[in-house]
Nanobody
Framework: QVQLVESGGGLVQPGGSLRLSCAASGSILMVYNMDWYRQAPGKQRELVARITTGGSTNYADSVKGRFTISRDNAKNTVSLQMNSLKPEDTAVYYC??????????????WGQGTQVTVSS
């Protein structure tokens, strides 16, 4: 019903930047919250950033001032601009979307994950 495709991960040096993107497709009526989570080895998955339909944003304290989440409601896409990256930002990053589909039901969907590695 709803599919997510992520892109943009990779290897970057400390202090560098990366931009992650996630596109939602399928039988979508409306996309509500769009989130980015991350999971580092041996750690629990954590919420990195959230953006609502209206554009309100929330960030984890660890990324405030460095990461920026944005969305394009017309295209059902969400992006995460990551600047001043640190080794502790190394993780698999997941897009998470809550949407209403054409059947009227809601659907919560995870992306496949994209690896971000910050290392010199």
């Amino acid at each position: 019903q709803v599919q997510l495709v992520e892109s943009g991960g990779g290897l970057v040096q400390p202090g560098g930047s990366l931009r992650l993107s996630c596109a939602a497709s399928g039988s979508i009526l409306m996309v509500y919250n769009m989130d980015w989570y991350r999971q580092a080895p041996g750690k629990q998955r954590e919420l990195v950033a959230r953006i609502t339909t209206g554009g309100s944003t929330n960030y984890a304290d660890s990324v405030k001032g460095r990461f920026t989440i944005s969305r394009d409601n017309a295209k059902n896409t969400v992006s995460l601009q990551m600047n001043s990256l640190k080794p502790e930002d190394t993780a698999v990053y997941y897009c998470y979307v809550f949407a209403r589909v054409t059947t009227g039901l809601t659907s919560a969907v995870w992306g496949q994950g994209t690896q971000v590695t910050v290392s010199s």
